[in-house]
């Protein structure tokens, strides 16, 4: 059975910092690339970022230069490294595999606020 396990999230000031964490399971994870979503209160879930199976990285405009995705394979886990975070970053976020109809995990809450 496929999972995803989010992680990280928090409570951070404007500007600062957090680390995502999603842990995966079920599936081989060498051979799929990876994404990054959030859903705000009220809108529709957006994608954020997404890895490639090589590395390769991309990045929503709204969150390029500030964000990073990365992936360790022998973890089976991918990352999102959030920099000057700004209010409207305040979502759930959730991980998943590309191209492929899974479960969404429980995602983790991200909350920018002073």
């Known amino acids: 059975q496929v999972q995803f396990v989010e992680s990280g999230g928090g409570l951070v000031q404007p500007g600062g910092s957090l680390r995502l964490s999603c842990a995966t399971s079920?599936?081989?994870?060498?051979?799929?690339?990876m994404s990054w979503y959030r859903q705000a209160p009220g809108k529709e879930r957006e994608w954020v970022a997404g890895i490639s199976i090589s590395g390769n990285c991309n990045y929503a405009d709204s969150v390029k230069d500030r964000f990073t995705i990365s992936r360790d394979n022998a973890k089976n886990t991918v990352y999102l490294q959030m920099n000057s975070l700004k209010p409207e970053d305040t979502a759930v976020y959730y991980c998943?595999?590309?191209?492929?109809?899974?479960?969404w995990g429980q995602g983790t809450q991200v909350t920018v606020s002073s």
């Open positions: 079920g599936f081989t994870f060498t051979k799929d690339g």
């Open positions: 998943k595999r590309n191209a492929w109809a899974d479960s």
